[in-house]
């Protein structure tokens, strides 16, 4: 164990799934041919009036709800000033001092919280690509609605950043307020991170590793980061404030700039825009259309349809999954036969973390349906609907088009017999190395049953038959 | 007091053209602008937190899409400009 302790607190950009841009009605869609989805007011024109999207606000809430925060009674939208081509007005409407959401957490599996310091609202900046000496500004992407989430310095491992980051992702999904697609800049951090000896309660000088778009690089940056300043430390040197950038491709930070303070930023009243309030009714009514959050999800799915700890996190993971699970098992008397098929047969379809997300799978949850109903109705068996079940995938048809009337039902008692018979006289050599003691020659019987009755012969009454025939 | 000269430097930095003949006009109405910020000073504020502007809250827009501007337009006061984006000295 290292003599020193991590301290990193995040703060993470989501872009908010809105149509319109947060001041102004221009589409937030992605990837427009350059500036093409600007107006006056978002590239900043003297003279235009911010007006705030009302769904801004709603999102926001719904986030913070979900984050276990407080939503401000009344909050205002303050101006942070700098000068950056990114940014037309000189200026980014921002929040300050009144938070639209505050002290929320978000619990780790580990048991730990890691506190919430506040979420706000804010407006993107602009795109700029660096190209022949010069730099290209497109706006498109300016004004696109950001909630900013901020934690409290509680992240003690890279690996408590990690499950933090997929926590918040997964959370943010389900409750419908942004895909969080980090490869596409919807979903950015900033770690602030500082190291101290193992046992103090004083906290470091901290530096600030900006805009991270994979989990992956933020865990990365941190190892990198961490080593870096307990190198400083032990080498008689000291960590400087300072902003730093991660280099993917050599795997180090490097100083951007000197860490602004809140005062650099000369922070003031938007006095375009009015105050928001938020009474305790409009809240309310935001929190009944919350969906069933992730970790309610889990601990139901384990508790009440008895699912395995670990296949229920694969399920809940992402909300579509839980959705198509849920439809597909109405009804069931066995939800957990869904849930297998769906990790096994289908997940072998899903090769990626994104396709997993999608979720985009020929076969409907009706479908999926029908064909477990066949298993619980005593119709088939299981291994005959599993090789239905890959068909169903491949050509998004219905069970009732791989299993036909002659395969329900599976074998009377007579004709299994007759199998079995027919198993033992075609496999003398393996019926003998039974009969020597070698348990596992039946399973070989065991195939020739399957094969020949076309997977419909219930295999433990099949085994018990030839234990019983072969001796 | 504001002066013709105070009016043309903040247009410049503004980016801003005035016409000659607006010059007085905008002087004395820069003059006045000035002059509130002592009406402003006078205002009673002991004791609110922070209040809204003329008595309104909650002013919002709905999620509409409104068609953008052409980009020509968009462009139209940029310096410099190149494939379809507004081009500026690079900066660290």
Redesign the interface.
Known sequence: MSKYELVAGLETHIELA???KIF????TEFGG????????VC?G??GTLP???????EYAIRAGLATNCKIAE?S?MDRKNYC??DLPKAYQISQFD?PLCYEGYVQLSNGRKIRLTRIHIEEDAGKL??KN???????NRGGVPLIEIVSEPDIRSVEEAREYVEKLQQIIRYVGVSDCKMQEGSMRCDVNISVRPQGSDTLGTRTEIKNMNSITFIAKAMEYEFERQVDLIESGGSVVQETLRYDDATNTTSSMRSKEDAHDYRYF?E?D?????VSKEQVDAIAKTLPELPEAKLQRYVQELGIPQKDAELLTKYRRITEFFESASIGLQNPKTVANFILGSVFKTLETESAKEDFKILTTPAQLNELVKLIESGKIKNNLAKAALDKMLASGKGATDFIDESDMGGLDEAALTELCKQAISSNPAAVEDYKNGKEKALQSLLGYIMKNSRGKADAQAALAMLKDLAV | MINKEDVLNIALL?K?YVADDKLDELTAGMQEIISFADTINSAEVENTE?????N???????????E??P?EE??K?AIEQ??????????V
């Not at chain 1, 102004?24 to 589409?27: A, E, K, P, S």
């Not at chain 1, 007006?51 to 606000?57: F, Q």
């Not at chain 1, 000496?133 to 706006?139: A, E, K, L, P, Q």
């Not at chain 1, 825009?273 to 309030?277: D, N, Q």
């Open positions: 809105t149509n319109t102004c009605g221009c589409t041919e350059a500036n093409t989805h600007c107006c006056p590239i024109l003297p007006k705030l999207n009302k769904r801004v606000v009344i205002k950056y081509p009144k690509i660096h000496g010069d730099t290209y500004v497109d706006y009243r006095p825009l009015v105050t928001i309030s | 503004s801003l922070f209040d809204n502007i003329n309104l809250s909650d002013v919002f827009r709905e999620d509409v899409v409104v953008s501007y980009r968009i462009l006061n190149d494939e379809g984006h507004f081009l500026v000295k690079k900066r």
